[in-house]
């Protein structure tokens, strides 16, 4: 795991080319468990302790006091889709048409089609489909009867859809890919995915860079400790980190956003009844894990 200023070295080289792409996402990668407690490094235990204030910054309590995170960093993976998002737009706009042989080999290659149903006479879609009388079919439109639909082949879909992207039949979810999660897409989404794979080969580099940046901005800001309050273990615990803020009233202590005040600015009745409320929530939460209900 990298300390804190070897991630800044790293973001610093990565960012002037210093270092390869591929360097500096091994370095990134390399011991790196995301969620894990892998960050704990003597580094930052120093500079924990540095930190750490000398009361609970929520109800001024010296019990128990630890570091408590206001936000987290984002995943890598949540950034790169971000990434490839913004440039799949840009790639798309400069490249708005997509070449037709190449597409319609793409969805073939890549796509199950289960076709609409269509009435022989008249076309229709969806013609009634009866299950004790025969013939089997019978078109509302036309009131024809009837034992096999008809269907559209992909091809002439294919055909439309260059035509006009908007038609009605284009917007038809029949197409299933055919990895493991068996979506269902209608053609325009189909053709997103196709022009995103192709931004991400083309831009792949600046992807992978672009997210490995934004990824080290938030592992330094993490580790810098910069968002965070000093809280004993009974606030940790009851208060939702994520959404702390500093008490408007005095300014020196912490308040969950939900409340107007922090607990020392409440009038005595109530502050009573709000530490009570946290001894409470603390001894259902032991008693839950003595009965391993947790
Ligand atoms: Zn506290
Ligand atoms: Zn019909
Ligand atoms: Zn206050």
């Known amino acids: 795991m990298l300390t804190y200023k070897e991630l800044i070295e ?24 995301e969620d894990k407690r892998s960050w704990r490094t003597k580094d930052w235990k120093e500079r924990r302790a540095k930190v750490i204030k000398d009361k609970c910054e929520i109800c001024s309590s010296k019990e128990t006091l630890t570091i408590q995170h206001l936000s ?19 790639f798309i706009e400069s490249n708005p048409t997509v070449d037709k042989d190449e597409f319609s080999l793409h969805i073939k290659k890549n796509y199950d089609y289960i076709p609409v149903p269509l009435c022989p006479n008249c076309e229709s879609r969806y013609p009634n489909e009866r299950s004790r009388k025969t013939p089997r079919y019978l078109c509302t439109v036309c009131l ?14 294919l055909a439309t859809f260059f035509e006009n992207e908007e038609a009605t039949e284009v917007r038809d979810k029949c197409f299933i890919s055919k990895d493991q999660w068996r979506n269902k897409h209608h053609l325009p989404t189909t053709k997103y995915w196709f022009q995103r794979e ?3 080969t083309r831009y792949n580099e600046e992807i992978r860079k672009e997210t490995l940046l934004l990824s080290l901005d938030d592992n330094i800001k ?12 009974r606030c940790a615990y009851s208060y939702d980190m994520h959404s702390m803020e500093l008490c408007p009233q005095c300014k020196e202590y912490y308040k969950g956003i939900q ?36």
């Not at 080319?17 to 011991?31: M, P, R, T, V």
């Not at 960093?73 to 990434?83: L, R």
């Not at 009573?272 to 009965?291: G, P, Q, S, V």
């Open 10 to 33: 790293l973001r610093k080289k990565l960012a002037n080319g210093g270092i390869s792409l591929e360097h500096a996402e091994e370095l990134f990668w390399k011991d790196f468990k």
């Open 72 to 90: 987290h960093p984002i995943k890598y993976n949540e950034h790169k889709k971000v990434v490839t998002k913004e440039y799949t737009r840009s």
């Open 144 to 157: 024809d009867e009837f034992d096999e639909t008809i269907y559209k082949p992909v091809d002439n879909l």
């Open 259 to 294: 409340y107007p005040s922090c607990i020392q600015c409440l009038p005595e009745e109530k502050r009573k009844a709000a530490f009570e409320k946290i001894d409470f929530n603390k001894e259902m939460d032991e008693m839950h894990k003595r009965l391993g209900i947790d």
């Open 198 to 200: 192709k931004a991400k």
């Open 222 to 233: 993490y580790l810098s400790l910069e968002d965070t309050i000093t809280a004993c273990k």
